[in-house]
């Protein structure tokens, strides 16, 4: 798992990371074709340390990784995604069938930040299948100490599906995606994106 900085974005619709506010971000209706921000954006120097995803009622651990280790069986880059690196702006996943028969995910998220207090750091994260809002989420974690090390825990609630509707899902691989958009105060400071596979096994 590589540092942030190493991944160039792409930005979209001109918008800059000072114009993109919290409330913008929220009204967007499809995923981005693009990042809504450059890395220089990210001046907190904020670094994702260690990531893992857990089931909350059977408390199952179904994904974890740290920084500097190989992506897990279940992660891949997409197709278009030649630089390892790249794994921490955009990554796929491939759940299996199962996880869509879940109630509750929990993340658990360790990360420091550089010489800056960090006053509120905000994640909103928008989950769409073939370009159709499925699910908004919006976590606020509180002040972050200069040069500190912390961990955010986040508790999902899994959008209920149709057995017809979780059929089309697992039919339709890498069809449902992510966009996830980090703010302090009301400053964009990191964008990044998942796609996501149910595959039957």
Partial sequence: ??????IQPVQFFGASSDQMKPEEVLKLSEPTPGYLCPLSANDYGIDFLEFRIRDLDTTEEIFAIKQGEPLPDIATLPDDVTDPSEAVRCIRYDFGAGFLDRKSIGTSLTFCNGDREVPSFRMIE??????????????????????????WEIMYTVPELSKNEKQEMINSPYE????SFYF???KLIMHNKAQYAYTEK
């Fill in 184 to 186: 302090v105060g009301d």
């Fill in 176 to 179: 449902s995606v992510s966009d």
């Fill in 126 to 151: 928008r989950h769409y299948f073939k370009n159709k809002l499925i699910k908004s989420f919006d976590f606020t974690l509180g002040f972050c100490m200069p040069n500190s090390q912390n961990n």
């Fill in 1 to 6: 798992w590589q540092n942030l900085s190493l």
